[in-house]
T-cell receptor, first 114, second 116 residues
């Protein structure tokens, strides 16, 4: 069965420091991986995706994510956090079969401290 | 419309009543998902429609839940005999899924369901 795990319910980072939000996955075959963000009182927004190619993918708002096949991980990163990055972050994945569905982790709340 | 539209935005109902939640996806999008967001539970998959394929209903929590998608467009999620544990935000998302390419989802604003 497919699954996505986000081991941290909450991550606190000081403004200006690098941040990492962790994600591991289990899907059939080659994975398609995603990160979404939910700002307070706003809908879910796409941040970035990994399909194939470079293991480091870049997305919106200066975020990037690193795909590690051996560790089945897709951690979200940013070199220098902003207070405005405070939000709820969701990792998502699906398998390579055409009819595979996208499933999400439980989310990680990111607090950037000024 | 420009985005995924869900209605109503808020629904308050009494325990035991039936409710219908509606989703209008982006025109031309072949894939449509329903998810449920509860505090501490993240985004729980409910059901997935993809083109003319049979829907993936594996996430529906009980037989009180059902969904249909008419004409490959509008979808309705129906919850019969609602229970208090059904209270949550129900999110709809759609995407265009060309073969072999990972697509991104476009989400609606959700329906906040409160069962009293």
């Amino acid at each position: 069965a497919q699954s996505v795990a986000q081991p941290e319910d909450q991550v606190n980072v000081a403004e200006g420091n690098p941040l990492t939000v962790k994600c591991t996955y289990s899907v059939s075959g080659n994975p398609y991986l995603f990160w979404y963000v939910q700002y307070p009182n706003r809908g879910l927004q796409f941040l970035l995706k990994y399909i194939t190619g470079d293991n480091l993918v870049k997305g919106s708002y200066g975020f990037e994510a690193e795909f590690n096949k051996s560790q089945t991980s897709f951690h979200l990163k940013k070199p220098s956090a902003l207070v405005s990055d405070s939000a709820l972050y969701f990792c998502a994945a699906r398998g390579e079969n055409r009819d595979d569905k996208i499933i999400f982790g439980k989310g990680t709340r990111l607090h950037i401290l000024p | 419309g420009a985005g995924v539209s869900q209605s109503p935005s808020n629904k308050v109902t009494e325990k035991g009543k039936d409710v219908e939640l509606r989703c209008d996806p982006i025109s031309g999008h072949t894939a449509l998902y329903w998810y449920r967001q509860s505090l501490g539970q993240g985004l729980e998959f409910l059901i997935y429609f993809q083109g003319n394929s049979a829907p993936d209903k594996s996430g529906l929590p009980s037989d009180r839940f059902s969904a249909e998608r008419t004409g490959g467009s509008v979808s309705t999620l129906t919850i019969q005999r609602t229970q208090q544990e059904d209270s949550a935000v129900y999110l709809c998302a759609s995407s265009f899924r060309p073969r072999g390419i990972g697509e991104k989802l476009f989400f609606g604003s959700g329906t906040q369901l409160s069962v009293l």
